[in-house]
């Protein structure tokens, strides 16, 4: 059963504009959710993370939103760069036995 | 990638041969994490190990294939009598700590490994 799904396997999005990406989740006990960032033939990056105690968590031009009734989480990129354009995982993180499931990625393409 | 070391990074195999993958973890971190990523596919998690343990082995294919993370040495992730299905990217993640809520604990991924099965 997957944990998470992130509905969208692209994006894109014209240089300058705002890059949403949706991430939506089935366990509440999730204390942490996790984005990665990942281009090809590279590892994924860390990218923001929120608490699950927060609704939204901004570290320059990314921010995340946590919607917990809706168990929905999202993350904006404004404005959006062509260097943005990557695979974007969201992840939770949580108490049951260590593993993070990452969703299936969204890829964003953002044009010059 | 903040200092997880995976080698090798590009690994061919004929089928039916063993694959052995290598992951260093960044210094001090004793949690190991390997992660699959199949061709047009996210990454799916395989195994949580910690020093000599494996915490969590759900998401590894219960036939072909192990993972060890002895007290010395790196942690090894290894493939019996590949087939062509196995070609996959396969990453490892290390922590300093496990996933107990700790704030701002996060995982650092390695480059990752490309398994090629001919």
């Known amino acids: 059963d997957q944990q998470v799904k992130q509905n969208s396997p692209s994006l894109s999005v014209q240089e300058g504009r705002i890059s949403i990406l949706n991430c939506d989740y089935t366990n509440s006990m999730f204390d942490y959710f996790l984005w990665y960032k990942k281009y090809p033939a590279e590892g994924p990056t860390f990218l923001i993370s929120i608490s699950s105690i927060k609704d939204k968590n901004e570290d320059g031009r990314f921010t995340v939103f946590l919607n917990k009734s809706a168990k929905h989480l999202s993350l904006h990129i404004v404005p959006s760069q062509p260097g943005d354009s990557a695979v974007y995982f969201c992840a939770p993180w949580g108490t049951n036995a260590g593993k993070s499931t990452f969703g299936d990625g969204t890829t964003l393409t953002v044009k010059p | 990638n903040a200092g997880v070391m995976q080698n090798p990074r590009h690994l061919v195999r004929r089928r039916g041969q063993e694959a052995r993958l290598r992951c260093s973890p960044m210094k001090g971190h004793s949690h190991v994490y390997w992660y699959r990523q199949l061709p047009e596919e996210g990454l799916k998690f395989m195994v949580y190990?910690?020093?000599?343990?494996?915490?969590?082995e759900s998401g590894m294919p219960k036939e072909r294939f192990s993972a060890e993370f002895p007290k010395e040495g790196p942690s090894i992730l290894r493939i019996q009598q590949v087939v062509r299905g196995d070609s996959a990217a396969y990453f490892c993640?290390?922590?300093?700590?496990?996933?107990?809520?700790?704030?701002?604990?996060?995982?650092?991924f390695g480059e990752g490994s490309w398994l090629t099965v001919v």
């Open positions: 190990l910690q020093k000599e343990n494996i915490i969590d």
């Open positions: 993640a290390s922590s300093l700590a496990g996933t107990g809520g700790i704030a701002g604990n996060t995982i650092y």
